[in-house]
Each structure stands twice: as C-alpha cells, then as structure tokens.
C-alpha cells in the first residue's frame, strides 16, 4: 500500500491492505497532541457546568488529563485550583445531604456513585473527605457486600476436575495412599528426629495445641521427591500456612523441581 503521512506528508510503503496513516508513533503522537476530540462548548460544559474533573473528561474522551488541562487552557477556560469549593448546584454528590442519603442510610458505594454520574471513584472519595462524611471500613465493607460471584457469573462455575486451574491429575486418592505407607511413616520420623520437633521458621518446639506439618520444598505433585529427606521440613501450621500464602514474596521453602535435581536431592 502507498500513502503520504497525515502528519509530515513522507511517502509511507508497506506490506498489507490496510492503507497507512502515518510514517511513525512519532507523528502519530505528535497529530494527536494537535487533535481535540471534545470541541469548546461541550469542554465547558463538561467542566464548568456540570463540574466534572479533567481525569473525568479525560476517561470519556479516552486522552490523558494532561492533555485536558492543556485543552482549557488553549480554550481560555480558566482551569480550577487545588482544593476548590464544592458547589450543590453542579452534581448531586457535590451536596452533603444528598451525598449522606446515598452513601451512609442507602448504603451505597462511592463506585456506583461515581458510575451513575460517569465519574471515577475517587472523585466520589473526594466529596466524601471534604464534606466531613466518614468512609467505611474494610470490615463495614465485606460485612454489606458479597465479593464474589455466584452462579454462571463466577468463572469457576461447574469447573471440576481437568477444567479447574488447581487440578493436580487426581493425584488426592494417590496422596492418601502415600501418607499411610511405611514408606511415609519412615521417613517422617526421620524429620521429626533431624529438625528436633521444632519449627525451622519460627523456632517453634512441639507442645499440647501445636500443631506441626512436614512441608515439600518441591510439591507433592513431583513424585521422585515425595519421600526425599531434604525435600521435607518440619513447619508450624501458622508458618506453613504462610509458606503456602501470598506474603511468601521471596518463595521461601518453596523450590521448582529442575533446581532440586541439578543439586542431586
């Protein structure tokens, strides 16, 4: 396809049947910081008359807000300092009553405020900190709201099985078959005896109430290392459920199989 660029007018070959705009990104951006998708009047009514934010405009005419504060000024639209008075008579959630009805007696969130009148949330947020409205804790939160979806709606609905990300190629009947081999019982009390029935993270001794666990470095899932003494270590249930948790940042106990046999474990 030939073209000239829409920008620089340079010559543009290329492969395809998509006849091309511009000769670079460059050009492209450079067309566009030049381009505004919003003219004057529908500028200022957004902004001055219904008192929406430049991140607002900015996410309906799919630009940066640099670019909308740019915009006013090159309209001569007189931008908003920081920390400007809140009026009634522009947005609903701009009144503190109204903000108050919605938010703390009907319970609301700041997000399906802030979607019914095209905003983000933390525009809602702001309104709420600066007309003294208290915001909710995480536990008032979760106790009015349900996070998860139920039904069809959740993504794991009726996924058993193969279909289900944390399946292991059943290897649960395998598992139970295991922990109740001489095999098992062996080389468990080996653990016990080399890490002397304390906690190798916490320090934590064996005592009436606590619970202890002989943890995989490399998962349960790779065979050949089930019943390898120094893929196994004594843990603490608290410590073993953290190894198992998202605070594990730095993986701790947790190796990948590949690292274990180049060690010859």
Same mark, same amino acid.
């Given at each position: 396809?030939?073209?000239?660029?829409?920008?620089?007018?340079?010559?543009?070959?290329?492969?395809?049947t998509?006849?091309?705009?511009?000769?670079?990104?460059?050009?492209?951006?450079d067309?566009?910081?030049?381009?505004?998708?919003?003219?004057?009047?529908?500028?200022?009514?957004?902004?001055?008359?219904? /008192?929406? &934010? =430049?991140? #607002?405009?900015?996410?309906?005419? $799919?630009?940066?807000?640099?670019?909308?504060? *740019?915009?006013?000024?090159?309209?001569?639209?007189?931008?908003?300092?920081? /920390?400007? &008075? =809140?009026? #009634?008579?522009?947005?609903?959630? $701009?009144?503190?009553?109204?903000?108050?009805? *919605?938010?703390?007696?009907?319970?609301?969130?700041?997000?399906?405020?802030?979607d019914?009148?095209?905003?983000?949330?933390?525009?809602?947020?702001?309104?709420?900190?600066?007309?003294?409205?208290?915001?909710?804790?995480?536990?008032?939160?979760?106790?009015?709201?349900?996070?998860?979806?139920?039904?069809?709606?959740?993504?794991?609905?009726?996924?058993?099985?193969?279909?289900?990300?944390?399946?292991?190629?059943?290897?649960?009947?395998?598992?139970?078959?295991?922990?109740?081999?001489?095999?098992?019982?062996?080389?468990?009390?080996?653990?016990?005896?080399?890490?002397?029935?304390?906690?190798?993270?916490?320090?934590?001794?064996?005592?009436?109430?606590?619970?202890?666990?002989?943890?995989?470095?490399?998962?349960?899932?790779?065979?050949?290392?089930?019943?390898?003494?120094?893929?196994?270590?004594?843990?603490?249930?608290?410590?073993?459920?953290?190894?198992?948790?998202?605070?594990?940042?730095?993986?701790?106990?947790?190796?990948?199989?590949?690292?274990?046999?180049?060690?010859?474990?």
């Amino acid at each position: 396809m030939n073209a000239a660029c829409k920008w620089c007018g340079k010559a543009i070959v290329r492969r395809g049947t998509r006849r091309p705009v511009f000769c670079s990104l460059a050009c492209k951006g450079d067309w566009q910081k030049t381009t505004k998708p919003i003219s004057r009047e529908e500028l200022l009514d957004l902004y001055v008359e219904k /008192g929406l &934010s =430049t991140y #607002s405009i900015a996410k309906r005419v $799919h630009r940066d807000p640099k670019r909308v504060y *740019e915009w006013l000024v090159g309209y001569g639209i007189q931008p908003r300092p920081r /920390g400007w &008075s =809140t009026a #009634s008579d522009t947005q609903p959630f $701009h009144s503190r009553s109204w903000l108050e009805r *919605e938010y703390i007696a009907n319970l609301r969130s700041a997000k399906d405020i802030a979607d019914e009148f095209g905003v983000t949330e933390n525009n809602v947020l702001f309104f709420l900190r600066k007309l003294g409205i208290p915001t909710r804790s995480m536990e008032e939160i979760r106790a009015t709201k349900y996070w998860g979806a139920v039904g069809p709606d959740n993504p794991m609905y009726g996924r058993r099985g193969e279909q289900s990300p944390h399946w292991k190629g059943g290897i649960t009947p395998e598992r139970q078959a295991f922990y109740l081999s001489e095999e098992w019982r062996l080389v468990s009390q080996k653990v016990w005896k080399r890490d002397h029935a304390m906690c190798q993270r916490c320090g934590l001794k064996k005592a009436p109430g606590v619970q202890m666990h002989i943890h995989h470095k490399v998962s349960f899932a790779y065979a050949p290392l089930r019943a390898q003494l120094s893929n196994l270590v004594l843990l603490c249930e608290p410590c073993h459920d953290w190894v198992h948790s998202r605070r594990n940042h730095s993986r701790e106990w947790i190796e990948q199989q590949h690292s274990s046999v180049a060690a010859g474990t």
